[in-house]
Structures are given as structure tokens and as C-alpha cells.
């Protein structure tokens, strides 16, 4: 599975993006999905993830009730919506792939996107 995450960019505070990731090949529906997140000098870490069926999900505290993810089997693609963005989600965000069960550990995950910049300031 390839996977190409686009959507980033420069938002003031309390502002909205969405972001994508398109995913190469035909068992794209069989794999569970997540996003992480990268901010300079700091780990890699979970945000939300989606089962595969798209039934299930779930999200770190610090992003509950202000993202949103979602995928489109049929267009081979996830989202992830973020409303109210603060300054501290100013990061890399990748999307990655798990064959796994539904997990928030970044060695769970099998397939990783290149990353899209997200930059919360005024």
C-alpha cells in the first residue's frame, strides 16, 4: 500500500482543515487506518484511527470533540477533519497503514505517507 496525505497548510487559531490521504491499491478496505503527528523535537504521535469497516474509531484526549476521521473505501481514501485548531497542533501529519488491530502505537502500523505540514498561527 502507498499512501500520498495532502491537505496542510497555514490556519490561524480556531480555524479548519481537512486532510487526505489516497491510498494505492485494491485492499486499501481491508487495512485499519490512522494519523499521527510530528511537531519539531518531539515524538511521533497518535491522533485518531478508523477500523477498516469504518464503524470504529477513536482519538487522542487532546484532539476529542475537535477532529474527525473518516474514510471512503470507494475512493481508497481517509480524512481527517480538524475544527478549532490551536497552536499546538502545529506538526507533520502522516497517515499510516496497519494490518494490525485498531492501535494508537506507531509500531503497529505497517504503511506510512510522506507527511503534510499543518501550521496553526496568526
Known amino acids: 500500500v502507498q499512501l500520498q496525505a495532502s491537505g496542510g497548510g497555514l490556519v490561524q487559531p480556531g480555524g ?7 491510498a494505492s491499491g485494491r485492499t486499501f478496505s481491508s487495512y485499519n487506518m490512522g494519523w499521527f503527528r510530528q511537531a519539531p523535537g518531539k515524538e511521533r504521535e497518535f491522533v485518531a484511527a478508523i477500523s477498516w ?26 480524512y481527517l477533519q480538524m475544527n478549532s485548531l490551536k497552536p499546538e497542533d502545529t506538526a507533520i501529519y502522516y497517515c499510516a497503514a496497519s494490518s494490525r488491530r485498531l492501535g494508537s502505537i506507531v509500531d503497529e502500523y505497517d504503511y506510512w505517507g ?6 496553526v498561527s496568526s
Not at 16 to 22: D, E, F, P, Q
Open 114 to 119: 510522506q507527511g503534510t505540514q499543518v501550521t
Open 16 to 22: 479548519s482543515l481537512r486532510l487526505s490521504c489516497a
Open 53 to 78: 469497516s469504518g464503524r470504529g474509531s477513536y482519538y487522542v484526549d487532546s484532539v476529542k470533540g475537535r477532529f474527525t476521521i473518516s474514510r471512503d473505501n470507494a475512493k481508497n481514501t481517509v
